[in-house]
């Protein structure tokens, strides 16, 4: 009897506390028709990090699901690893930048020329308001 098809190794999923934040890593195959295998780190449902490793090379091994599963485990542990050892720390923010002033548009412009302006937002509503008094009919 020929084998059947080729199936997805099992993934993997742990929790891991770092610095006071729980982490979830998840390790999937994508199959042998793909050949691939994927880590995620989650922290708080937002992905902090991936890593994937094709597997192609060794999609027709006899011993496939062991192989896969070996490779699996260490890209999962290099992850795992990789978090403990700050490696996706977040980067300390850059400094502000000061805000500058934007030169106006050209006059010949087509767009916004009038909707640029040195006037507060309380005075641009204000003079709205008075327009539309003076539009009014008496």
């Known amino acids: ?16 506390k ?16 793909r050949a691939q295998i994927s880590t995620h780190l989650f922290l708080g449902g937002n992905i902090v990090a991936t890593k994937r490793a094709s597997y192609a090379e ?9 192989r896969v599963r070996a ?13 403990v050892r700050g490696l996706y720390d977040e980067p300390a923010p850059p400094p502000p930048t000061p805000v500058t002033e934007h030169p106006a548009p050209p006059s010949d412009s087509l767009f916004g020329d009038d909707l640029i302006s040195e006037r507060s937002l309380d005075e641009v509503i204000l003079a ?8 009014r009919p008496l």
């Open 1 to 16: 009897m020929a084998p059947g098809p080729k199936k997805m190794v099992v993934g993997f999923n742990h929790n891991i």
């Open 18 to 33: 770092y610095r006071g934040q729980t982490f979830h890593a998840q390790t999937e195959d994508s199959g042998p028709e």
């Open 58 to 66: 060794i999609a027709a091994a006899e011993n496939l699901p062991e």
């Open 71 to 83: 490779l699996m485990e260490e890209q999962h542990k290099e992850v795992l690893r990789n978090l």
């Open 128 to 135: 709205y308001l008075a327009e539309e008094d003076r539009r």
